[in-house]
């Protein structure tokens, strides 16, 4: 056994009084194994990890009880809650290491990301700066960063979402750990990428012999990658056991909801079953019977496509361009252009939703924002309700974006941070003279607030005083409350556990048939497009690759681009996690062999 944590428990002193994040958890790890720990955000995932780590603050933190064994190569078996600081930074990132969800907070800004593991391995191991500097390079390779030398001297902001992570990657695994603690590595980033990095830290652990704490609160992702699973629910675990135990004889309601809400890809759903739905029948629903009961058949499928496209286009683009210009020199001459749109040419209909999928970079979210002009197009046109958006003058512009609206990706920085949400919603209402007067403003926004499932007082509250998906659902009311007709959703639940996703999909499907809106909806997973919407772009560097009906183009993508992100998408079935088991067997083999 290398890891037993026991009766683990952990409290935090708020203004509000004492919280406990973590109670009564236990759980064992096994030499070589993998352990997948899924909840959702405030379960007491990371807290658990952070308490093995020793990494809780103090105060506010408090590690009330319980016991960590761990079997350190260095000290035999040693309870890590009763050393002393200086023997656990010996441990810390030397036999047990972690890598941290977002990597841009991770990482030093200000040193080059070769310094920074040239660091770590130099605080733990007695060798020069020149053979630190070797070692970097060479796990740098065994990451499979392009172009080791270049990243070794390049700074964080130089490097894409996943080339950061595998520098965090590479620090994790400098001093050859025997435990590695990943927390949400793959959460914000594109399928395909986190595919990459899935099957990467299961090379590097079958390579090294490493077991692994995997967290997430994507289940999909859990089954790809983990032996055994820990389920938790408001800081306790709630079910625990093998992965195909998890996934085919799930026996705890919160587990069946946790692997129902994330949208599947093999049926056309209705609306997705929530957390909700089996914490109310506990002991009836199965996952199965909640999907059967969501299932929209193909003829109704079809009925609803023949109905949208007979309409007049409330939306139409045609070849829509925008390039940036690449300058050199002091004088900024224009020596080439970044094609970030090119060519991009559809309609939508009224009350019909088109998704937008492609990996970052591929001009899914400069298309809405130049639909919108809120980037200026090069060339091509936007006909909105018979109005071209591309001509009309900044006060017509302004007047016809009471129909047109965006929800972001990040409702924390699109809120004002000194607004209260009510004066958040208010403000678009009174400038677009939508009500009489402050009092009408202040009714019509409390409504707007418990239409997208919030309470009246929350109006008095400010941006930062609730979770990720309450100010998402603000984001909504706000964008509602000036009764417009279309909407461009931009990544606006990328960021969300796999719960609270389902939540805002459903209520975004509830205001479209409520109101009769249109969507663009933009994401980089395949998935969550193809459960929101009618029609399908497949965008790759600026173009669109494939179009079609989503359930034609997952049934039978044509584009090898497509084909990728279908593949890359974490399931969750039955069959691809049993694919994944043999998968790892054979990964874990392999040195073995050699």
Do not use: W
């Not at 036999?95 to 660091?119: H, Y």
């Not at 969750?572 to 998968?583: C, F, V």
């Amino acid at each position: 056994m290398l890891l037993e944590v026991r009766n683990l428990s952990v409290g935090f002193l708020t203004r509000g009084g004492y919280v406990k994040a973590v109670e009564e958890v236990s759980f064992s790890l096994q030499k070589g194994q993998t352990l997948g720990i899924v909840g959702e955000s405030g379960s007491g995932k990371s807290v658990t990890s952070l308490a093995i780590m020793r990494l809780i603050p103090t105060p506010p933190g408090h590690i009330a009880g319980g016991e960590i064994k761990f079997d350190s190569p260095s000290k035999g078996e040693v309870n890590l809650l009763s050393l002393s600081e200086k023997e656990m930074r010996q441990l810390r990132g030397n036999e047990i290491a972690m890598i941290f969800q977002e990597p841009m907070t991770s990482l030093n800004p200000v040193f080059t990301c070769g310094d920074q593991v040239v660091e770590a391995i130099r605080l733990h191991q007695r060798v020069s700066a020149k053979e630190a500097k070797e070692r970097a390079l060479a796990l740098f390779e065994e990451v499979k960063l392009p172009d080791p030398s270049r990243i070794f001297s390049a700074y964080p902001h130089q490097l894409s979402g996943g080339q950061k992570q595998r520098v965090m990657i590479a620090m994790a695994i400098s001093c050859e750990p025997v435990l590695l603690i990943a927390d949400e590595p793959t959460t914000a980033l594109d399928v395909t990428v986190q595919k990459a990095i899935l099957e990467l830290l299961q090379e590097i652990q079958a390579k090294r012999g490493m077991s692994m704490i995997f967290i997430s609160h994507d289940l999909g992702v859990i089954g790809e990658i983990c032996d055994h699973v820990l389920v938790m629910y408001k800081g306790r675990v709630v079910e625990q056991g093998s992965v195909v135990d998890i996934f085919s004889q799930p026996r705890e309601p919160y587990t069946r909801g946790l692997i129902a809400c994330r949208p599947p890809l093999d049926r056309r759903l209705h609306r997705l079953p929530t957390l909700a739905d089996f914490l109310k029948a506990p002991e009836k629903l199965t996952v199965e019977d909640a999907l059967r009961a969501e299932t929209v058949s193909e003829e109704v499928y079809r009925a609803r496509q023949r109905n949208l496209s007979a309409q007049k286009p409330i939306l139409e683009v045609e070849n829509l361009q925008v390039y940036f210009p690449v300058t050199k020199g002091i004088f900024g001459r224009v020596v080439d252009y970044v094609k970030a749109v090119d060519g991009v040419s559809f309609n939508v209909f009224p009350g019909e939703t088109v998704g937008l999928v492609g990996e970052s970079g591929s001009g899914k979210t400069t298309t809405g924002r130049a639909i919108l002009r809120l980037i200026e197009p090069t060339g091509g046109r936007v006909v909105f309700m018979g109005q071209e958006v591309t001509r009309l003058s900044a006060e017509a512009l302004r007047r016809l974006r009471r129909n047109m609206q965006i929800i972001f990706q990040d409702p924390y920085s699109s809120l004002n941070p000194r607004l209260t949400v009510g004066a958040a919603i208010v403000e678009p209402l009174l400038f677009h003279k939508i009500v009489a007067n402050s009092k009408e403003a202040k009714e019509q926004a409390i409504a707007l607030l418990e239409k997208v499932g919030m309470e009246a007082d929350h109006f008095y509250r400010y941006p930062h005083e609730f979770s990720g998906g309450q100010r998402q659902r603000i984001a909504i009311a706000r964008a509602l409350a000036v009764q417009p007709k279309f909407i461009i959703c931009d990544e606006s639940v990328s960021a969300l556990d796999v719960s609270v996703q389902a939540q805002v999909l459903n209520l975004l499907l509830d205001l479209q048939e409520q109101y009769g809106l249109s969507y663009i909806f933009i994401s980089h997973d395949l998935s969550v497009v193809k459960f929101m919407s009618d029609r399908l772009l497949v965008m790759h560097q600026g173009r669109v690759v494939e179009s079609g009906y989503s359930e034609d183009i997952y049934r039978n993508p044509r584009h090898s681009y497509t084909q990728k992100l279908i593949e890359a998408i974490p399931k969750g079935r039955m069959q691809d996690i049993e694919a994944a088991i043999g998968r790892r067997k054979q990964v874990r083999r392999a040195p073995i062999a050699q």
